[in-house]
């Protein structure tokens, strides 16, 4: 299985600031990747497919790179609404993993 | 709207049966792959399988294969999850996922259900 490892584990930041989420496959898996924004309680939401395609309804301060191995998300100019938990997933070979998360912090 | 809707949380003892349910409407069923994740308590998010109702051709995560069966039934427009003999462990909340471009596995989940908290203990 391909595996997939996120970092950091968590992450505090403030109002305003531009922030940057990693994640790292094993192998290739070309631009096959999704991220996720959950809240406490609720299911995940879609943010970014194909590695940088914006889910429609998705604020514009959310944007994704990268290809191959190495993906990053960012959020620029955060907001306190955007305190969560963020999952990658790649979808280019099954099963579909996640990575483990990364919870995000308003300070 | 399209939604998938879930049945309510569910409470059993160790070795008990259970089958939990998504059903969705306002879109065409049997065309998009339904996916199940599992959620721990505290924990993150785990892939578990992922069906076709149209043909219900099943992928399961080796991780899950034997521990589960994933189901649907397209007349009723319902994808299920079920164990045979639950286990502490099996305690989590389930959610139900659709795939967002019709007939094709390559593509993430764009819509989910509202999850169902299945709890396991004697």
């Known amino acids: 299985d391909i595996q997939m490892t996120q970092s950091p584990s968590t992450l505090s930041a403030s109002v305003g600031d531009r922030v940057t989420i990693t994640c790292r496959a094993s192998q290739s898996i070309n631009f096959w990747l999704a991220w996720y924004q959950q809240k406490p309680g609720k299911a995940p939401k879609l943010l970014i497919y194909k590695a940088s395609s914006l889910e429609s309804g998705v604020p514009s301060r959310f944007s994704g790179s990268g290809s191959g191995t190495q993906f990053t998300l960012t959020i620029t100019s955060l907001q306190p609404d955007d305190c969560a938990t963020y999952y990658c997933?790649?979808?280019?070979?099954?099963?579909?993993?996640f990575g483990q998360g990364t919870k995000l912090e308003i300070k | 709207e399209v939604l998938l809707v879930q049945s309510g949380a569910k409470m059993r003892e160790p070795g008990e049966s259970l089958r939990i349910s998504c059903e969705g409407s306002?879109?065409?069923?049997?065309?998009?792959?339904i996916g199940w994740v599992r959620q721990m308590p505290g924990k993150g998010l785990e892939f578990m399988g992922i069906i076709y109702p149209d043909d219900s051709d099943t992928r399961y995560s080796p991780s899950f294969q034997g521990h589960v069966t994933i189901s649907a039934d397209k007349s009723i427009s319902t994808a299920y999850l079920q164990w045979s003999s639950l286990k502490p462990s099996d305690t989590a909340i389930y959610y139900c996922a659709r795939l967002s471009t019709s007939g094709t596995l390559l593509d993430a989940f764009n819509i989910w259900g509202q999850g169902t908290m299945v709890t396991v203990s004697s």
């Open positions: 997933q790649q979808y280019n070979s099954y099963p579909y993993i």
């Open positions: 306002g879109y065409n069923f049997v065309s998009y792959w």
